[in-house]
């Protein structure tokens, strides 16, 4: 399978822990936690094939090949075994690395995520893509912001941030990127995870629904939830104090969410 050079930020020290971003996004995009955490990790933030500073693959690819660029930075860096948190589309590339590359994951933290992509819904999903392909980014950006943000922070120049990273986005990072997330489909492997793993949900996220958190949970053995009050799907930037808190104490191994 044909993996690009991801582009990643390391910090700090300690065990390590990588970050995944969402779509559209890139690895600047954490909020107050990489501050926080690289006092006690080292951090490996990558942006994802076609975001930020990495490239694009020769052709489209699905979620099996995200996840393989992952495996590859994270043996370059010298990383053993890191924790990885992903958020959204990275919460799904983590799911995917920890079953595909089973010995490269210690946690798991699945953010913002479910397991898998139902049938009925794979064609909007990619529809996303492919609305930025006949209209420009500039076109996807109002419903993505209403998407991802609650309305009363849609006035913080975070969120101008982020309206400014998606319309400067490659449209076809954006439509490859949707339609591997059309394609997800980990739920009935899950079960094979071995490694500790707690499940972030917001209270408020209107992507991805309560349902598909707990769903997510029940599937992977041990694993533990946690849902943020007010929290939004764009969680670790519109209540970032909260979801530092959530993944420092699993990393801690302090009590987290439910069992």
Same mark, same amino acid.
């Given at each position: 399978?044909?993996?690009?050079?991801l582009?990643?930020?390391v910090e700090g020290?300690g +065990?390590g822990?990588?970050?995944l971003? *969402?779509?559209?996004l890139d690895?600047?995009?954490w909020?107050? &936690?990489p501050?926080?955490l690289?006092?006690?990790?080292?951090?490996?933030?990558?942006?994802?094939?076609?975001?930020?500073?990495?490239? &694009?693959?020769?052709?489209?690819?699905?979620?099996?090949?995200?996840?393989?660029d992952?495996?590859?930075?994270?043996?370059?860096?010298?990383?053993?075994r *890191?924790?990885?948190?992903g958020?959204s589309?990275?919460?799904m590339?983590?799911q995917?690395?920890?079953?595909?590359?089973?010995g490269?994951?210690?946690?798991?933290?699945?953010?913002g995520?479910?397991?898998?992509? *139902?049938?009925?819904a794979r +064609?909007?999903?990619r529809?996303?893509?492919?609305?930025a392909e006949?209209?420009?980014?500039?076109?996807?950006?109002?419903?993505t912001?209403e998407?991802w $943000?609650?309305p009363g922070f849609?006035?913080? *120049?975070?969120? +101008?941030?982020?309206r400014e990273?998606?319309?400067?986005d490659s449209?076809r990072a954006?439509?490859e990127?949707w339609?591997a997330?059309?394609?997800?489909?980990a739920?009935s492997?899950?079960?094979?995870?071995?490694?500790p793993?707690?499940v972030?949900a917001? +209270?408020?996220?209107?992507?991805?629904?309560p349902?598909?958190a707990a769903?997510?949970?029940?599937?992977? #053995?041990?694993?533990?939830?946690?849902?943020? #009050?007010?929290?939004p799907? &764009?969680m670790?930037l519109?209540?970032s104090g909260?979801?530092?808190?959530?993944?420092?104490? $699993?990393?801690?191994?302090?009590?987290?969410?439910?069992?």
């Amino acid at each position: 399978m044909e993996t690009v050079n991801l582009h990643g930020i390391v910090e700090g020290a300690g +065990e390590g822990l990588v970050l995944l971003h *969402p779509i559209g996004l890139d690895s600047s995009f954490w909020g107050a &936690m990489p501050t926080m955490l690289a006092r006690s990790h080292r951090l490996l933030r990558l942006d994802l094939r076609g975001f930020g500073g990495s490239p &694009m693959g020769a052709q489209a690819a699905p979620i099996e090949a995200y996840a393989a660029d992952v495996h590859e930075a994270i043996r370059r860096h010298g990383l053993e075994r *890191p924790a990885v948190l992903g958020l959204s589309f990275g919460g799904m590339i983590a799911q995917t690395l920890a079953l595909e590359f089973p010995g490269s994951v210690s946690r798991l933290i699945a953010c913002g995520c479910p397991g898998g992509i *139902p049938a009925s819904a794979r +064609e909007a999903l990619r529809e996303r893509g492919l609305a930025a392909e006949r209209a420009g980014m500039e076109s996807i950006v109002p419903t993505t912001i209403e998407r991802w $943000f609650t309305p009363g922070f849609v006035g913080n *120049p975070v969120v +101008e941030r982020v309206r400014e990273r998606l319309s400067g986005d490659s449209v076809r990072a954006w439509s490859e990127g949707w339609r591997a997330i059309s394609g997800f489909d980990a739920l009935s492997r899950l079960g094979g995870i071995d490694v500790p793993a707690l499940v972030i949900a917001g +209270e408020r996220d209107a992507a991805t629904s309560p349902e598909a958190a707990a769903a997510l949970k029940a599937a992977i #053995p041990g694993a533990r939830l946690v849902t943020l #009050p007010g929290a939004p799907h &764009m969680m670790q930037l519109e209540t970032s104090g909260l979801f530092t808190e959530a993944v420092s104490d $699993f990393l801690a191994g302090r009590p987290v969410g439910e069992a």
